[in-house]
């Protein structure tokens, strides 16, 4: 079998590939060269040079996967690939040490001044004043964001006996203490910190997580290091706290936009910057390089890969029966990750009617995906779904029973965190997703794709017009809502399916009503 690589290579993979297949490396081809070529390839290899669009795949008429040597996938349709039953793997662990320790190092240097004094010396000034610096022994260290790297993070930060507190939903405490992390909300992380370091992947709900409002909560003495993905800090907001003494300094080796060789926060003296430098360490580009040789040489054996980014082919006949409850566990995931409170511990997914007869894997591992959502760096399938909560000190719990009272299958999916759990439930209607359960509610709701609001409350008269005239003078409108109590005056649920999204100012307005007790925006 035949492997083409089209972008460079660390030779320890190239070498583990050619013990066993025949290797071709073409660097910088073109893209319709490449798609005149693929077709005589079982195996593609790329970094962030080459794209692999719809075209090529389709052109790869033996390709079984597609690999890329380190963790973003942008440049790799994943949807074509999954069509063409292509497996497609990254190699998401093999630069963990090396971002690590450059984020260990980033944060030394700025509470030494390092590349300042090192410049001031080189520039023929002996000067030692300006450069006092602070030691990391006894300061407050923020992780945000527990998984591979933020965890490497923590147990060297141990080291420099500094004190550790962390920002992640989708660990469970049990996990965090382990690493000697305290867990606390974002703004109490960010107002006790020294040293805070981000380490998420961007995403839509992470996307200037860290902006004007959040670094003027911080000390004026702390200093902030981004080593994860450029866009979690608004470099703009970043730019002016720096200036104006809200913050003590930043040290960035990722940027909204790359590459990039001016920026406002290369004038300031105390921003250090490196060019995206995380992973670029030896050993780091020949672990990459193994670690997708291995997938790939594992992919061509018949074996499962193991951080394949798509799920693996299911029986036709099967898919056309589990692809739509497929859909209901990813949307119940979601659901109760947004509607969830404190740290997680454990998922319990019960299958009741006709759903409980088949192999429900990759239902169970769309419920994974769906919870952790946005929070992964890795795509969660079938193949990963068991080590990815593992790794977070999830316990993930399955229960089947063949009869359900009310609907031919149903989907439950209960989360418990250390605060208590969430309990929601869904099935498939008239070919729809349908959510029809909210912990001790029976809605009936079907996900569009935009906001819902999800509020318990007293029944009372009047409080259903008060959370309208909120909405109405915010000019959001509402397109549907349902109403669920217990009993009259007792707890209720309201859910309002809104064209808009709510800002957090007018949710602070309906939680001051009285008899109000969650608001809670969804995107659904």
């Known amino acids: 079998m035949k492997v083409l690589i089209t972008d460079p290579l660390a030779q320890e993979g190239i070498k583990a590939l050619s013990s066993q297949l025949e290797v071709d490396v073409k660097l910088g081809i073109k893209p319709e060269e490449l798609q005149n070529i693929i077709g005589d390839y079982h195996a593609l290899i790329v970094r962030s040079e080459t794209r692999v669009t719809a075209d090529i795949i389709r052109a790869g008429k033996k390709l079984q996967v597609i690999a890329r040597a380190g ?54 000034v002996w000067q030692r004043n300006e450069f006092m610096g602070t030691e990391l022994k006894n300061k407050t260290l923020g992780i945000i964001g527990l998984g591979n790297v933020g965890s490497e993070v923590a147990r060297r930060a141990q080291a420099f006996k500094m004190r550790l507190i962390g920002y992640d939903p989708l660990v469970s405490s049990d996990y965090a203490r382990n690493l000697g992390v305290e867990l606390v909300p974002l703004e109490q992380l960010l107002k006790e910190s020294d040293f805070v370091t981000l380490h998420l992947p961007l995403t839509e709900k992470t996307k200037w997580l860290i902006g004007a409002r959040e670094l003027a909560k911080m000390k004026p003495t702390a200093r902030i290091i981004n080593c994860a993905r450029g866009g979690l800090i608004d470099e703009e907001a970043l730019y002016h706290a720096v200036q104006s003494g809200k913050i003590a300094g930043a040290a960035l080796d990722v940027f909204s936009k790359e590459p990039i060789t001016d920026s ?70 979601s659901l109760a990750r947004q509607l969830m409170e404190g740290q997680i511990r454990s998922i319990h997914i019960k299958y009741s009617g006709e759903i409980a007869n088949y192999d429900t894997a990759a239902v169970r591992a769309a419920a994974i995906g769906g919870l952790l959502e946005g929070i992964s760096e890795e795509r969660v399938n079938l ?142």
């Open 383 to 524: 193949v990963n779904a068991s080590i990815l909560a593992s790794q977070r000190g999830i316990k993930v719990l399955e229960q089947k029973e063949s009869t359900c009272e009310n609907y031919a299958s149903l989907i439950t999916l209960e989360v418990v965190t250390d605060t208590g759990k969430t309990t929601v439930a869904g099935t498939v209607l008239r070919g729809e997703t349908h959510v029809v359960r909210i912990n001790d509610f029976w809605p009936d709701i079907v996900p569009t794709g935009g906001y819902f609001l999800f509020s318990d409350h007293r029944d009372r008269p009047g409080l259903i017009g008060a959370v309208g005239t909120i909405t109405g003078k915010a000019d959001i409108n509402i397109s549907s809502m349902q109403l669920a109590r217990l009993q009259p005056r007792g707890k209720a649920l309201m859910i309002l399916a809104l064209d808009e999204a709510l800002s957090e100012e007018h949710i602070q307005q309906i939680l001051a009503l009285p008899d109000v007790h969650t608001a809670k925006l969804v995107k659904l």
């Open 264 to 333: 406002p926060l290369f004038r300031c003296d105390n921003v250090i910057v490196t060019p995206h430098l995380g992973a670029s360490t030896t050993e780091a580009q020949a672990s990459v390089a193994l670690e997708v040789a291995e997938q790939i040489i594992a992919v061509l054996n018949n074996q499962p890969a193991k951080y394949a980014v798509n799920a693996p082919q299911i029986p036709p006949e099967l898919f056309a029966v589990l692809s739509p409850f497929m859909q209901v566990a990813s949307v119940l995931g």
């Open 71 to 124: 963790v973003g996938l942008d440049n790799i349709d994943v949807e074509a690939a999954t069509r063409q039953g292509i497996v497609v793997v990254n190699a998401p662990t093999g630069n963990t040490i090396a971002a690590a320790e450059h984020t260990m190092a980033l944060m030394l240097a700025l509470a030494r001044h390092i590349p300042q004094a090192n410049n001031k010396l080189k520039s023929g």
